[in-house]
Each structure stands twice: as C-alpha cells, then as structure tokens.
C-alpha cells in the first residue's frame, strides 16, 4: 500500500486565534487530564451512551478489556473540577498512530469553542505517537439530506483543526467511513491503510474482523 505525505498539526489560523482568545478568557481553570478506567466507567454511564448513536456505542467490556491489554486509553477536558469534554483512545503502541475512538463534549457545553481547545490540548499532550487517526462517517452514503449536511460540517470542522482527509475509507459493521489523519511529527510519510488495519486488529478479534472490517485505498 501506498505512503502519503501529510503536514505537520497546524490548525487554522483563525481556529488559532479563537482558542488563543478562549484559553485567556478561561484563565488557568482548563485542563487536560489523563482518566482512570473508572473515570471512563463514569464518563461511558453518564455521557458516552447518551452521546453517540446506539449503532457506535460498544459495550463497556470491550472497552475495559483493551484497557487491561494496554490498548486503550483517555482523556477529560475539565474546567476545575467540572468535566466539559473527553477522548477515548485504542493506542497500540507510543511508534504509532492511536485512532480516536469517542470525542464529544458535554451537552450542555457545546458550541462553545472547546472542540478545537481539546483537539490542540490533545496535540501537545500526545507527543509519544505519531499522531492520531480519526473515521468520520462517509457523506457519500448519506441516505438523507440533513445527515449529509451533519457529516459534511463534522469533516470541515476537524480539516480546520489541522487533520487531513487520506486515501482510505473503511467499512465496519456496515457504518462506511472516510479516515482523516492529524500527524505530529513534522512532514510525515504515513502509510494510513498499514495504521489502521493495526488498530482495527488491536479492537478485533479475527474472527470479527474478517467478517465485519473492511479497509479500502481508493489510489
């Protein structure tokens, strides 16, 4: 499979300046914070499930079994001691890209800017990687027009937030996604389809993953 070459995360530049401005406005009150597993228990009961399509939301075992297998990890935004948002990471080694499993920020916390403040906080606090890799459903099988419009906002907020759109698209449990990347560390020769086939068998025993993953480079 095929490299492709990415630039390193550089949101835009008016994404930038808006997350400079909120960081000042918010003081030293916002901060990144590494969970615990019963954090994520917490987050997964009382946001995660409400948060996400029921079709996207695993059981909570699966996520604690790749926590015990060290594939797993996660991340709350917090103002003091209030979570605003959190990421949930399947991590299959510091050499390489982690896929973002759940991003979301707290209901009542949206539209507020803190989508880009967690991806930049997120940049600088995962520096051990490579960078991360991120699905997004695929507009181009949306069935209705106001999820074609949802998909197509939720590609251009992450391009503006310094991620790229790849060659690969996937296919899991009949959900079709584009894969978008956001690498770290400088201009980078990143073989996306080899990335994600490593996470995928990081989530997947094989079983499941012969019958239900698909990964597809479109060059």
Not at 168 to 196: A, C, H, Q, W
């Amino acid at each position: 499979m095929s490299k492709q070459i990415f630039r390193k995360f550089k949101p835009d530049g008016i994404i930038n300046a808006q997350i400079d401005r909120f960081k000042q406005a918010a003081g030293n009150d916002m901060n990144l914070r590494k969970l615990t597993l019963e954090q994520v228990r917490e987050i997964y009961v009382e946001h995660l499930v409400f948060d996400f399509p029921e079709a996207e939301v695993k059981p909570f075992s699966r996520i604690e079994n790749m926590w015990n297998e060290g594939v797993y990890s996660a991340y709350g935004l917090y103002n003091e001691e209030e979570l605003t948002g959190y990421a949930l990471f399947v991590t299959p080694g510091e050499e390489h890209y982690v896929l973002l499993d759940y991003f979301a920020i707290c209901r009542d916390k949206r539209c507020g800017g803190y989508g880009s403040l967690i991806l930049k906080m997120l940049a600088e606090n995962l520096t051990h990687t490579r960078g991360i890799i991120l699905e997004v459903e695929n507009p181009d099988f949306a069935e209705k027009d106001e999820d074609l419009g949802i998909m197509q906002r939720r590609i251009v907020f992450y391009e503006k937030n310094g991620l790229h759109q790849t060659e690969i698209t996937s296919k899991l449990f009949g959900v079709e996604y584009r894969t978008m990347i956001l690498p770290f560390d400088g201009d980078d020769k990143v073989n996306v389809y080899e990335e994600l086939s490593r996470i995928y068998h990081c989530m997947f025993e094989d079983a499941v993953f012969e019958r239900w993953v698909e990964i597809r480079d479109k060059k």
